[in-house]
């Protein structure tokens, strides 16, 4: 984070406390002042500024209080706009606790989060189209980059060792699991009316425990993404907690959301949709075939593609299981 230490002070200046501290955090300054600790946040795009703040009010003007929201100004403006940058002020709760919901626990959240996004659905923001049809054309430029990388990895196939081989062969799989993540973001498989916005990541950090309260907290990014995003990066999240209660909660916070907010069969296809790519081993072959061509066989490791393999089978549980869902959903109840 580069922000002039001048413009720094000039904006802590329009706040009712005196700054003792300043301490650069990883996405956010941290402040110590008179009227305890700060976060000082700094947003590249004013427009995603103003609509963060706008479906955090709503939020709290339908009674949901536990929610971060933005502290007021001495002329009682909700952040601060200089230049072409926003600048907002929360409290610094150095207490939070990433929530590993109970079962319980992650029903209430399913409640929250749905009450948000239909927060979000009243604001105005990008067209939700739009950003699908980003979405869309990442998972399509990702896809030729897995073809891509493949067509040279076989290329050199005459210096492959054994496991090479192995290697190769989990490329096909992958390859057909990323076309079809393609195929099922296309917007004309979806009623766009039921399209909105969110922020484009979520996961437990973003539910913080305190005092025995859940908080929805965080989404500071200016990355903006269709609902369905977030609530898919959610439940991957929810599903390697580790402990063997991952189903029993995701089924929670879906029935939860659903008492909120239901879901039509469209947007379960939409939600499976964004969990199909699998990304992790996309990731680890990735290393594997950039180390091998360097010759650094060394960090040619075939264990940490079989445990991408293995965790990739949970997901697809998962998917089989939220499909289920969705039927149940498109005949009118849910299972």
Not at 219 to 245: I, K, M, N, W
Not at 286 to 302: R, W
Request: charged content about 25%; aromatic content about 10%.
């Amino acid at each position: 984070m580069l922000t002039d230490e001048r413009e720094l002070n000039r904006i802590c200046q329009r706040y009712r406390m005196r700054v003792i501290r300043i301490q650069p955090q990883k996405d956010f300054y941290l402040l110590e002042t008179n009227r305890g600790p700060k976060e000082l946040r700094v947003w590249p795009r004013v427009d995603v500024l103003r609509w963060s703040f706008m479906w955090r009010e709503q939020l709290a003007r339908q009674g949901f209080r536990d929610v971060e929201r933005f502290i007021r100004t001495r002329d009682a403006k909700p952040y601060v706009v200089s230049g072409r940058k926003g600048y907002t002020l929360t409290d610094h709760v150095r207490s939070w606790v990433p929530l590993t919901p109970t079962v319980e626990q992650a029903n209430l959240s399913g409640q929250l989060v749905a009450s948000m996004h239909l927060a979000q659905s009243s604001q105005s923001a990008p067209a939700a189209v739009e950003l699908l049809n980003r979405e869309q054309a990442q998972v399509a430029a990702e896809t030729e980059r897995v073809r891509n990388l493949y067509d040279a990895f076989t290329s050199r196939s005459r210096l492959w060792r054994p496991e090479d081989k192995w290697v190769a062969s989990q490329f096909r799989p992958l390859l057909e699991r990323m076309e079809r993540g393609t195929r099922l973001l296309s917007p004309e498989a979806f009623d766009v009316t039921s399209l909105a916005v969110s922020h484009r990541f979520m996961d437990r950090g973003n539910l913080g425990l305190n005092k025995e309260r859940i908080y929805l907290r965080g989404f500071y990014s200016p990355s903006l993404s269709v609902q369905q995003r977030d609530t898919a990066h959610f439940l991957r999240d929810l599903l390697f907690c580790g402990d063997g209660a991952e189903r029993d909660r995701i089924d929670a916070f879906l029935d939860g959301y659903e008492a909120v907010k239901p879901l039509a069969h469209s947007e379960y296809r939409l939600l499976l949709a964004f969990m199909v790519p699998p990304q992790e081993l996309w990731q680890t072959l990735q290393e594997y075939v950039h180390s091998a061509s360097a010759g650094q066989l060394e960090e040619c490791d075939t264990a940490q593609i079989a445990e991408s393999i293995r965790r990739q089978q949970f997901v697809d549980e998962l998917l089989a299981h939220i499909a289920q869902r969705a039927e149940g959903a498109q005949r009118g109840h849910v299972v």
